[in-house]
């Protein structure tokens, strides 16, 4: 049944290239364990991991995306308002933006524009616009009093475009016109993304070389903001703030089958491991994938839907939910919270990383 499956429906509720890959590897054959044509590697270090997915030609097809660079920064505690696990986040986003660029053949010192995607008005949608409004912008001095600026700095400028609902205006052509006009060396365009896992909401940083379709993970496509398309090299940064109803239901029941799991051993007979437990809680349980009951007890706690393979289980939900109107896009609650921080956060990461002079700690100081 599985590899009859149509998963196009599934692919624009993600804008990840990891979870692209993911899907893709799950509906493989049970003798292959990876895609032709895309290579993982991955690091983890201080609670951040770090996934590099490269795809190459032969690999585009079967995950549906651009062939090219993707990495991923994931760490739970950003979304925390943990302010040292925040600046941690910090320092690892800023050394894969300049390695991206080293990979890209960015000189040191070409200007920069950076496009800040989606809209001000739109709390999950604002990120872009916020990060435009917070990095370091030098091109004006750069122009006008060029020798008074410091060593270690180049020419960066920003904007916001807006979203073609209250422009009227494909954002890509905005874009190329100043591109036209001003010339930059190279694009770092911001976004936020569409994820299909609750757990990478906004815990999540993607970079890519490939460009960028706005509003491609709510199905709203527009027309592709990338090298193609610019002339000149585009670095995209996007951060999952949204994802659907279908993966909410998904990955609910996946935890559910995994407390079962850990309640079962943990109490020793099933109907121990049944009993309500949230009265005797305190802290923060993680549940991990190894807490999964075995294929016996999944059919025991939920029938035939806990012995669904994961395509299976989110073709159910979405024929289920789509008909009736109920396959949201949906948001934490506390999201103006997170996209102001994560808004600081990856601003101050491409100052660090755009200027040589600047760091982490001291981002001023660009004036003689």
């Not at 364990?33 to 690999?59: C, F, M, P, R, S």
């Not at 549906?64 to 994931?74: A, H, Q, S």
């Not at 390695?99 to 604002?126: F, H, W, Y």
């Not at 919270?337 to 491409?350: C, K, Q, S, V, Y």
Request: include cysteine.
């Amino acid at each position: 049944m599985t590899e009859n499956l149509d998963l196009s429906m599934y692919q624009v509720r993600s804008d990840l290239a990891i979870e692209a890959n993911e899907m893709a590897t799950a509906t493989l054959p049970e003798n292959q364990t990876a895609i032709d044509g895309v290579e993982t590697y991955i690091e983890e270090n201080d609670g951040i991991k770090v996934t590099t997915v490269t795809v190459l030609k032969q690999g585009e097809k079967a995950i549906g995306k651009k062939p090219g660079l993707y990495v991923t920064v994931e760490a739970q505690g950003v979304r925390e308002s943990n302010t040292e696990a925040q600046r941690q986040v910090e320092k690892a986003f800023t050394a894969q933006v300049e390695k991206m660029l080293t990979q890209m053949n960015v000189e040191r010192d070409a200007s920069c524009l950076i496009v800040g995607l989606g809209n001000l008005q739109v709390t999950p949608d604002a990120l872009g616009p916020r990060v435009a409004e917070s990095v370091m912008v030098t091109s004006h001095l750069f122009r006008l009093q060029p020798d008074s600026v410091a060593e270690g700095y180049r020419s960066v400028s920003a904007i916001s475009p807006g979203v073609m609902g209250t422009t009227g205006l494909e954002t890509s052509d905005i874009i190329r016109g100043v591109v036209e006009k001003t010339s930059p060396g190279f694009l770092v365009i911001v976004d936020a993304l569409a994820s299909r896992s609750i757990e990478r909401v906004n815990a999540t940083i993607q970079l890519t070389d490939t460009g960028i379709h706005p509003g491609s993970g709510v199905g709203n496509h527009r027309k592709e903001i990338s090298r193609e398309t610019m002339g000149i090299p585009v670095l995209s940064v996007g951060v999952p703030t949204v994802v659907d109803a279908v993966s909410i239901t998904s990955d609910t029941i996946d935890f559910v089958l995994r407390h079962f799991g850990k309640e079962l051993r943990d109490a020793g007979r099933p109907s121990q491991a049944l009993a309500p437990s949230g009265m005797n809680f305190t802290g923060k349980k993680k549940l991990r994938e190894s807490d999964a009951p075995s294929e016996e007890n999944k059919q025991l706690f939920l029938g035939v839907v806990g012995t669904l393979e994961e395509n299976e289980k989110r073709q159910l939900i979405h024929e289920v939910l789509s008909p009736i109107g109920h396959n949201l896009m949906v948001t934490p609650k506390d999201v103006d919270r997170f996209i102001e921080d994560m808004a600081n956060l990856i601003a101050t990461g491409l100052n660090a990383a755009l200027h040589e002079a600047v760091n982490s700690d001291n981002a001023g100081g660009y004036m003689h």
